[in-house]
């Protein structure tokens, strides 16, 4: 089982910066992706930014040039560095990580509570 703790989100002026913390933590786990995703009101959930073990990365258009997702393995957290935010920023974000268990070998997703990002215009 794998444990998400996320942190640093609030409210934000447009044009402004926020980063957002995500710390794993449990036993017998090798994390494979770590990323982001967020939820609007009224629309489905999106994906933000994702890190592979290889640091390979994907993002959104949206949030191209504007977001920077990075990871500590050592510390088993991600990180999302938003800058330039605007007011579509505007909601729950979600840490996801895909993480494989190392007694069974199978891989499994688990999500963080959520964090809310505000930004004001």
């Known amino acids: 089982q794998v444990q998400l703790v996320e942190s640093g989100g609030g409210l934000v002026q447009a044009g402004g910066s926020l980063r957002l913390s995500c710390a794993a933590s449990g036993r017998s786990f090798s994390i494979n992706v770590m990323g982001w995703y967020r939820q609007a009101p009224g629309k489905q959930r999106e994906l933000v930014a994702r890190?592979?073990?290889?640091?390979?990365?994907n993002y959104a258009d949206s949030v191209k040039g504007r977001f920077t997702i990075s990871r500590d393995n050592a510390k088993n957290t991600v990180y999302l560095q938003m800058n330039s935010l605007k007011s579509e920023d505007t909601a729950v974000y979600y840490c996801y990580v895909n993480a494989k268990n190392t007694v069974t070998g199978f891989p499994r997703d688990y999500w963080g509570q959520g964090t809310q990002v505000t930004v004001s215009s």
């Open positions: 890190i592979r073990s290889d640091d390979s990365t």
